[in-house]
């Protein structure tokens, strides 16, 4: 329940710490100060503003509409058998639920770049796939705005191609993706030929120490306060406009401190890939809830 009033006042903060005894008593927190918008006192973290240093780093990865364009293995190789098409225009895919829980290890068709007569000509066999299972999905849509009009008019490409972020990915082997909305907040790397769903926000940087610093227990409290949440699971979401742009990375950091952090992010990176490889059972999600659980018993 919120109450408010015209004016800069000192607000007073509830928060609840014991309901055991209600409706008879019911024990609060009380805090007063200057309450934000997300309903804090404090640091007004979601008052930051972009920094230009952030600039064209991070960006949501592309959005399809059109379920069409994922392709299994076995579909993938056989639409690309004996064209260059592999890695070219079909490449691997990740979305969210691949990096969180089980990976499907889907295939993506991405024409970016190239035209519908260009497309027909050099993979007949993409060209029909699209053809048959992406066109009359947009042309049934296409009557809907002016925007789906355009979709269907280029009813071979993505919705959103993230030309900006493509442009950022240009010349790195890798770079570093964490799941929009998701229960922890993990950072990794992902190879420079994997195309990234529109649920994964992409950081264009192949640098370790970058990793370490976003993996931080600072940059984590920060997303978490910054961020808003959603779904049924009331998860953190990390939104790039407010948890990436403004956020104020370390500067003046020694080389020496910024060497040890690298180990410690490559580390850390090399370490969870090889556990879930050896685990088939196992997904990151699982990993993090162990060591939350771990955490709360510590702390207890």
């Known amino acids: 329940m919120t109450v408010g009033r015209k004016g800069p006042t000192v607000g007073v903060l509830m928060n609840v710490t014991d309901e055991s005894q209600a409706p008879d008593a019911i024990q609060f927190r009380t805090r007063t100060g200057s309450i934000h918008s997300d309903l804090t006192i404090g640091a007004a973290v979601v008052e930051a503003r972009q920094l230009k240093a952030n600039d064209k780093i991070a960006s949501n990865g592309c959005a399809l509409n059109g379920a069409g364009f994922i392709l299994d293995r076995p579909t993938a190789e056989k639409l690309t058998a004996g064209t260059d098409a592999m890695g070219l225009v079909v490449k691997p895919y990740r979305n969210g639920r691949d990096l969180m829980a089980s990976p499907r290890m ?108 976003l993996s931080s227990r600072f940059h984590v409290v920060w997303a978490l306060a910054a961020g808003a949440r959603l779904g049924v699971g009331d998860d953190p979401r990390y939104s790039k406009s407010r948890c990436f742009d403004p956020f104020p990375f370390p500067a003046d950091v020694s080389e020496q401190l910024k060497a040890r952090i690298r180990a410690e992010a490559e580390a850390l990176d090399t370490l969870r890939k090889r556990v879930l490889a050896e685990h088939n059972d196992l997904t990151l999600t699982k990993l993090y809830n162990v060591l939350q659980a771990l955490r709360e018993e510590r702390a207890n």
């Not at 699209?130 to 002016?146: E, F, I, M, Q």
């Not at 009009?149 to 240009?170: T, V």
């Open 106 to 213: 889907a295939f993506v068709i991405d024409l970016f770049g190239y035209t519908e007569i260009e497309v027909q000509r050099r993979w007949p066999a993409i060209y029909q796939h699209v053809a048959l299972n992406v066109k009359p999905v947009r042309a049934a849509r296409s009557d809907r705005t002016a925007d789906a009009a355009q979709y269907a008019a280029q009813w071979w490409l993505f919705q959103k191609p993230r030309p900006g972020l493509r442009q950022a990915l240009r010349g790195l082997e890798r770079y570093i993706a964490t799941v929009e909305t998701t229960k922890h907040r993990v950072f990794q790397f992902l190879d420079h030929t994997i195309l990234p769903d529109h649920m994964l926000i992409a950081v264009a940087d192949a640098d370790a120490h970058t990793l370490g610093v």
